[in-house]
């Protein structure tokens, strides 16, 4: 038995008709339940109980047993002051509070059907990819497209608080913090930590002094990257570089990190960090104040065509430095510039937007992931095999969400799909 259950069953008042008793044998009317507290204190604050006839406001509690409530310390705890009742599945010990007032309590188990812990623990102790799975077919699809709604600006809500923090770490500017985000979303899953390295050692507005000249703006981002350590290259291009780096690190008394950070293997080459660096730098050089742009585009079509960069010629024919190859474009694809907008134009246009107190720009975030197709990785996969397949990006996001922080943790029953399955199984 968990807590989870009990506060489901408080929440909701799912208990039978009749009339309640606390285990004192005063009668027990539910007016209000209170609103549900994520944070310490007590469970549920602002309740409405009448207890013997007698109306009582305050707050209310909630363990598997009652001594918990000692267990937990709650008795020498003034938060614990003005609690009105004490919700409990097994009533094995009479409570005080900090007063030695004893709290009233209300024994639940001989109030529910049984029928609805029996689904719960179906759900619960499941051991399939995720606990629903068995009944997840019987969920009416109007709920689960709303909770998936709900899911997706949570999900960018999560991400506030990352955005913020650096927003906050780069002197409040946008521009600075935009290229953060997007620098590390250019080295995608496997190389994010060095391209976000990358970019906190290379200061955009550093980049932005020389923006005109593409081979500078390469020597800066191929030096800092470490990727110019090279005594010495067979080709002129990266020896300019290197010759062009040298200057501009004492200039800016810059700070190279290893080169040994980034990964080339099990990649294909149009992803190696190199190539990825070269179009990040192309991406610096044709565009002037990006975000601005970023911000007062609306469509995936115009955002799109920021992001249509070609390398510089060098790259035509290498992957790396001293090493050509068949000559081909080393653009950025459609699912690559799909990826960008989604995990990083999305969300920080809708931060911007709740913090610029611009809602607009917040639907506008909402409204491009949706007109995108949902990206292609192991767990929307193993969605779309248990009956649930995103339509857009903004689903997807949704069900990333909604596997990380309610289904592997098993919060089913702060789930909108699993409260809706386990009071469906219920009620035949």
């Given at each position: 038995m968990k807590e989870d259950f009990i506060h489901f069953l408080w929440k909701y008042k799912l208990f039978t008709p009749g009339q309640l008793m606390t285990t004192k044998g005063q009668t027990l009317e539910i007016v209000q339940t209170g609103?549900?507290?994520?944070?310490?204190?007590?469970?549920?604050?602002?309740?409405?109980?009448?207890?013997?006839?007698?109306?009582?406001?305050?707050n209310v509690e909630i363990h598997v047993n009652s001594s918990d409530w000692f267990r937990h310390g709650h008795q020498d705890d003034d938060a614990y002051g003005n609690i009105i009742l004490h919700v409990v599945m097994n009533h094995d010990?009479?409570?005080?509070?900090?007063?030695d007032n004893e709290v009233p309590v209300f024994e639940v188990k001989k109030y529910f059907d049984a029928a609805l812990f029996y689904k719960y623990e179906q759900i619960i102790n499941s051991r399939a990819w995720i606990p629903c799975e068995k009944f997840l077919q019987e969920a009416d699809n109007f709920i689960v497209v709303n909770w998936l709604n709900r899911l997706l600006v949570e999900r960018l809500e999560n991400k506030t608080g990352e955005i913020l923090k650096f927003y906050k770490y780069f002197d409040n500017s946008w521009e600075q913090t935009f290229y953060y985000f997007l620098a590390r979303n250019f080295g995608f899953k496997v190389n994010a930590s060095p391209f976000a390295l990358l970019a906190q050692n290379t200061p955009y507005k550093i980049l932005a002094r020389h923006k005109n000249d593409l081979t500078q703006i390469e020597a800066l981002l191929f030096g800092q990257a470490g990727?110019?350590?090279?005594?010495?290259?067979?080709?002129?291009?990266?020896?300019?570089?290197?010759?062009?780096?040298?200057?501009?690190?004492?200039?800016y008394e810059?700070?190279?990190m290893e080169g040994s950070l980034w990964k080339f293997g099990k990649l294909r080459p149009p992803n190696f960090p190199t190539i990825r660096i070269a179009q990040f730098a192309r991406l610096i050089h044709v565009s002037e104040n990006l975000f601005r742009k970023i911000t007062d585009k609306t469509s995936v079509k115009d955002i799109s065509s920021l992001f249509h960069v070609q390398c510089s010629p060098y790259w035509d024919n290498h992957y790396r430095f001293d090493k050509s190859s068949e000559k081909k474009d080393k653009n950025l694809g459609k699912a690559a510039i799909e990826n960008i907008i989604i995990n990083t134009i999305v969300p920080l246009k809708f931060v911007y937007g709740s913090e610029s107190m611009r809602p607009?720009?917040?639907?506008?975030?909402?409204?491009?992931?949706?007109?995108?197709?949902?990206?292609?990785?192991?767990?929307?996969?193993?969605?779309?095999?248990?009956?649930?397949?995103?339509?857009?990006?903004?689903?997807?996001?949704?069900?990333l969400e909604l596997k990380k922080y309610y289904c592997t943790p098993k919060k089913c029953l702060q789930c909108a799909i699993g409260h809706h399955l386990v009071r469906k199984k219920n009620d035949g």
């Open positions: 609103s549900g507290n994520q944070h310490a204190g007590p469970d549920f604050s602002a309740a409405q109980l009448k207890i013997d006839g007698t109306l009582w406001a305050g010990k009479e409570i005080t509070d900090k007063s990727l110019l350590n090279e005594a010495s290259f067979k080709d002129a291009y990266p020896s300019l570089l290197k010759r062009e780096y040298d200057f501009l690190r004492h200039k810059l700070k190279p607009e720009i917040k639907d506008q975030a909402i409204n491009l992931i949706t007109e995108l197709p949902a990206e292609k990785n192991t767990i929307i996969n193993q969605w779309i095999k248990t009956g649930i397949k995103p339509q857009n990006a903004g689903e997807g996001q949704a069900l």
